[in-house]
């Protein structure tokens, strides 16, 4: 067996298809491209599926990837499993249209046992039971032992309807050390002795909605080989965390917490859950995904926080995972060029959200001791569920630190009630994005993309395709909403954050409006447009008529854009980076990285020197180069954003220079006017500035002059002095608010005294009851507070009625008459459920809301009967 770093391993495979007239293509990002219905990238063939079902062609009829991929589903056994990550790479090949199973399994078992040089003899295969042909290439073109292929009726991959087959999986045989002894032991069993490190899919057939399995006409490859799987083989490590792709993480985590590896169980696996996770999180953030209660930002997040989790549970208490960013940058030196660049960025972000956890944490034990004293009153030892899924889904509080604290104070978590509360909320997910699911993309495969052009130019042009509903069809009617291909088009597709070109299609039988235009994954340009009147066919030769205006609006959007990135580098510093843009005909929006708020000061600053660049209105120049050359030059380029070897660059001489294919204005001064109106944090370690340009901006700067005229005329001011007339209504305000609260705190006085005449002896202690002329709960609250104060072994229960007919309720118990056994909270529950509401509260301290004032009388009585039982079992 020869030895490889996973580096090396995955440099090998790539080249050995490479060589094979496979196009070797990067990993894609985690971030779907094109796709609703996946959150993450999953798995190595993900960003082909276009290609798969043979509606779009792509690129190379044979392709290569190592793509990095992120799934969530068995996150719970992360570390307590050999195999199982959240993050790994899968080695791929894959075929559309071209060879396949003759060509792939040799090749396959000429990968593993020449260039890996695995033993021959402890390889065995598995094969769906009804695959003759692919039992027969097996044996008659490879090494592999016939005895040891085994048939499994799971070998057949299909999701629901459409392309499937058949598949075959090869298995290593790691010795009957790593077995669980059982006489049944072989490929296919939970245990690790054979581990499955290679997955041929022969997609053969097409499912009908009837259950029928047609023949496809051209049958696909997609293959995936775990990176981490094969390096812990050819590696010879008990597990993937061993191999040179985690371990070094491990180290680092065992350091920094004076835990050694592999000498307790519940360590190791804590030690392997942050290795695991501190890689995933790296990457994540890398890729573009921000923290967030929502979608994969959602994903990171709860990463992250069961990250730091474990490194509570082997003492960690300061911040950690930040530097373990340099841990990952090193292991993928050279492979990942966006590690190395955005290093610093993904430190931030991490050290970001790893603070503000541990400030949840603090939030979430006291939210949880509430939570127990409540219990505890109750006399249960029970947390109900839907509390503990509020705590870990609302506060982001672990469900394991949750289960710790509750045992440490003798009492249990509902785990049931949880876990129907969780699965209540994967629901909602699941439903969330079957409604987000779009799957507008027709049949194109016989569509010859290569004849297709894009020319600003061109003023008419013949369709080449309609679909409406994902459906091709050849005729459109008024009413009709369809996507629309032609030969050639004048039409900017939306991209890079700017929304597409609009305008109208006019032929001689009909009409239709373009409400936007889009590309497909293979780059064809389509329009979204509806029919206005008529009919328009495939095959007419139509007007094509963009809107100008709206156009002209959006390229001065667009280049303000880059003046902008370029003003908030000089301003605010060059950490400054855009991380998305929208840009539309009304407005711009821009996302950069930064830390902390743009002050006031430097936004108007980066205002100025954006309208001062616009008053030079030099021309914009446009020009294309080789990507390396562009780079040389200072270009920017967008992180994440796919970028050939000839790129196009938009330059305003001296100012800005940017990779960039979107529309742009002739000459800056077109912009006309530069405004921001808002600055803002959209998540962790991420701005976003949001502006206005030419007549939009012209519109909104008079709009506030109107309201600054308005406001004046209502104050009886001009322009010119009124923060000086505000500020005299503001303090005269805060002067008549002052002597308002004086006149009040007299008035509770009074209030208390007067209540104090009403105190009678009640058993052992002394009761006050009455209501009160308070307007809120804290001023009953204080009321209670002030008159319990004077009387000795005193309850005092009070109530006040407020607007509707609602009734505020505090029950205040002293030092003495608690000593004596009164608990306010149990005697408030009782008396609020009376009032039609419900409250509760300490021994000495509770308050609750009703809405029936009428019944005051007899919520007194109860809450005086309560207190008799309380004194009565002293």
């Not at 921001?676 to 949001?690: K, M, T, V």
């Not at 519109?699 to 309201?707: A, E, K």
């Not at 001023?779 to 009387?791: G, I, Q, S």
């Amino acid at each position: 067996m020869k030895y490889m770093s996973g580096n090396e391993l995955r440099e090998k495979f790539l080249q050995y298809f490479a060589q094979r007239d496979h196009l070797r293509l990067p990993s894609f990002s985690l971030i779907p491209e094109n796709d609703p219905s996946l959150l993450m990238i999953g798995a190595g063939m993900a960003p082909f599926k276009p290609f798969f079902t043979g509606k779009m062609k792509p690129p190379h009829t044979r392709i290569t990837t190592s793509q990095r991929c992120v799934r969530t589903g068995d996150i719970e056994n992360v570390g307590r499993t050999a195999r199982h990550q959240t993050y790994f790479e899968m080695l791929g090949n894959f075929s559309f249209g071209d060879y396949f199973k003759e060509e792939v399994i040799p090749w396959a078992w000429n990968f593993l046992t020449e260039e890996l040089e695995l033993p021959a003899d402890k390889l065995w295969v598995s094969i769906y039971p009804k695959d003759e042909e692919a039992y027969k290439i097996w044996t008659e073109k490879t090494s592999v032992n016939p005895e040891q292929i085994v048939r499994m009726e799971d070998n057949f991959w299909e999701i629901g309807t459409g392309p499937c087959g058949p598949d075959s999986e090869i298995y290593i045989d790691l010795g009957e050390e790593r077995g669980c002894g059982s006489p049944d032991c072989a490929p296919g069993c939970d245990c690790d002795r054979y581990l499955e490190i290679w997955n041929l899919v022969f997609t053969q057939y097409d499912r009908t909605d009837s259950g029928e399995y047609l023949p496809l006409v051209k049958k696909n490859i997609d293959t995936g080989a775990g990176l981490e799987r094969l390096a812990s083989v050819v590696q010879e490590k008990p597990t993937n965390f061993e191999t040179d792709l985690l371990y070094p993480i491990i180290e680092y985590a065992a350091n920094i917490s004076g835990v050694k590896y592999n000498q307790d169980n519940k360590t190791d696996v804590s030690l392997k859950v942050i290795a695991d996770h501190a890689r995933s999180i790296t990457v994540m953030v890398m890729d573009g995904i921000l923290p967030s209660n929502e979608g994969r930002g959602y994903v990171l997040r709860r990463i992250l926080r069961r990250a730091v989790r474990h490194g509570r549970m082997l003492g960690i208490e300061k911040s950690f995972l930040a530097d373990a960013v340099d841990v990952v940058a090193e292991i993928y030196k050279g492979v990942y060029e966006g590690l190395t660049e955005r290093r610093d960025y993904i430190k931030k972000v991490i050290s970001i959200e790893e603070k503000r956890f541990h400030q949840t944490l603090t939030q979430g034990i006291s939210l949880l001791d509430e939570e127990i004293q409540k219990l505890s009153v109750a006399g249960t030892t029970v947390l109900d569920g839907e509390t503990g899924f509020k705590l870990y889904d609302t506060y982001g509080f672990p469900c394991e630190l949750t289960d710790e604290i509750l045992h440490e104070n003798n009492l249990s978590l509902d785990k049931d009630g949880f876990d129907r509360a969780m699965e209540a909320q994967r629901e909602r997910a699941r439903q969330a994005r079957q409604e987000n699911k779009r799957i507008d993309i027709p049949d194109l495969r016989d569509l010859d993309v290569e004849k297709l052009t894009c020319d600003p130019a061109a003023r008419t042009a013949k369709i080449v395709c309609i679909w409406k509903n994902a459906q091709v069809t050849d005729t459109l009617q008024d009413g009709d909403e369809a996507g629309i291909i032609f030969d050639t088009t004048p039409f900017y597709a939306e991209g890079g954050g700017q929304i597409g070109d609009c305008g109208e299609l006019v032929g001689e039988m009909g009409k239709a409006h373009v409400v936007n235009t889009k590309k497909l994954p293979n780059g064809t340009v389509y329009h979204i447009a509806y029919v206005t009147e008529g009919l328009i066919r495939t095959g007419d030769t139509l007007t094509l008529n963009i809107d100008i205006t709206r156009k002209l609006a959006s390229a001065r959007n667009h280049t303000a854009t880059h003046l902008l990135q370029a003003a908030l580098k000089k301003v605010v510093g060059e950490q400054v980076n855009q991380a998305g843009s929208s840009v539309t005909a009304e407005h711009l929006r821009f996302d950069f990285s930064n830390f902390e708020p743009v002050s006031t000061k430097q936004l108007t600053e980066v205002e100025k020197i954006v309208n001062d660049e616009i008053l030079k209105a030099l021309p914009v120049e446009i020009t294309h180069m080789a990507q390396k050359e562009a780079k040389e030059k200072g270009a920017m380029a967008l992180f994440g954003e796919k970028y050939g070897d000839i790129v196009r660059v938009v330059t305003v001489p001296d100012f800005s220079m940017e990779l960039c294919g979107g529309n742009h204005v002739e000459n800056i001064g077109q912009i006309g006017l530069f405004k921001i109106i808002a600055e803002s944090g959209i998540a962790a370690g991420i701005r976003r500035i949001e502006a206005l340009t030419g007549s939009a901006a012209y519109s909104y700067v008079n709009g506030q002059l109107n309201i600054l005229d308005e406001a004046a005329a209502s104050l009886k001011a001009e322009r010119t002095n009124l923060v000086e007339k505000l500020d005299t209504l503001i303090s005269e305000n805060k002067e008549i608010k002052h002597q308002l609260h004086v006149v009040k705190e007299m008035q509770a006085k009074l209030d208390s005294q007067k209540l104090l005449m009403a105190v009678k002896p009640h058993g052992s202690v002394n009761v006050l009851t009455g209501k009160a002329n308070t307007d809120n709960m804290d001023e009953l609250r204080n009321l209670a507070d002030t008159t319990c104060d004077k009387v000795e072994n005193g309850v005092v229960i009070l109530a006040s009625v407020i607007a509707d007919d609602k009734v505020n309720l505090v029950v205040k118990a002293s030092k003495e008459a608690v000593e004596r056994g009164i608990h306010a909270g149990r005697i408030i529950k009782e008396s609020a459920q009376v009032l039609g509401g419900n409250g509760g509260g300490r021994p000495n301290m509770a308050q609750a809301g009703g809405k029936y004032a009428n019944k005051l009388p007899m919520a007194f009585e109860k809450a005086l009967s309560v207190l008799d039982a309380q004194i009565g079992n002293q």
